[in-house]
Each structure stands twice: as structure tokens, then as C-alpha cells.
């Protein structure tokens, strides 16, 4: 359905009214497989049809905007951590390399 609102601009600001209720009828009796001549789809307003979709929508977890942005966040974090971490390893792999070009220290004192 997605595709669909996606297919007919629905986040066009410029898009009818009528172009909104056809969507959220077919909406409606696609999600709960009814046919498009039901009279229970006839009692429905727009306001209705929109706040039931609405809410269809944002049940699912994949589009809940809060989500959205903690998982960002968390990225973020683990992105900068993974960061970290290989400069680290790549500082410890410097000072290795440093430790096997120098010469070994030698005692020239004896008692």
C-alpha cells in the first residue's frame, strides 16, 4: 500500500480531497479484505479513514519516527565506537612495528 500512496503523491500538499478518500477506501478494503461497496466502508468519514490509517500505520515498528531516530542514534554510537576501536588497533600495530626497528638495548656496565 505504500507503493500505492507513493504511486498517487498522497505527500503532495497540493492533492485533492477526493484523490485522499479514493486511497483510504482502497486502503480500507484491502486491509480488511472487504469489498469496495460495503456499506460498513459507506458510514466512514475522512476524518475516520485517516486516523484508522494513521494508526495501521504507526503500529508497525518500522515506521515509528521515535524508533527511527534511536536506531540513528545507535548507529551513530556504534559507528564512532568501531572508530575508536581501529585507530586503537592501529596505534597498538604502530608501536609493535616501532618495537621490532629499534635496536635492542645494550649494557655496556658491568660489575
Not at 478494503?29 to 466512514?44: A, G, H, M, S
Not at 581501529?86 to 635496536?103: G, I, S, V, Y
Amino acid at each position: 500500500m505504500d507503493r500505492l500512496a507513493k504511486a498517487h503523491h498522497l505527500t503532495d500538499p497540493t492533492i485533492s480531497e477526493k484523490a485522499i478518500t479514493r486511497f483510504l477506501r482502497v486502503w480500507w478494503c484491502v486491509q480488511y479484505n472487504r469489498p469496495f461497496k460495503d456499506p460498513l466502508l459507506n458510514e466512514y468519514t475522512l476524518d475516520e479513514l485517516v486516523y484508522e490509517y494513521l494508526i495501521h500505520y504507526y503500529l508497525d515498528p518500522k515506521n515509528d519516527p521515535k524508533k527511527k531516530a534511536e536506531e540513528e542514534a545507535s548507529q551513530d554510537d556504534d559507528n564512532a565506537w568501531v572508530k575508536k576501536m581501529l585507530e586503537q588497533q592501529k596505534a597498538q600495530a604502530q608501536a609493535k612495528e616501532n618495537a621490532k626497528k629499534a635496536p635492542p638495548e645494550i649494557s655496556t656496565k658491568f660489575d
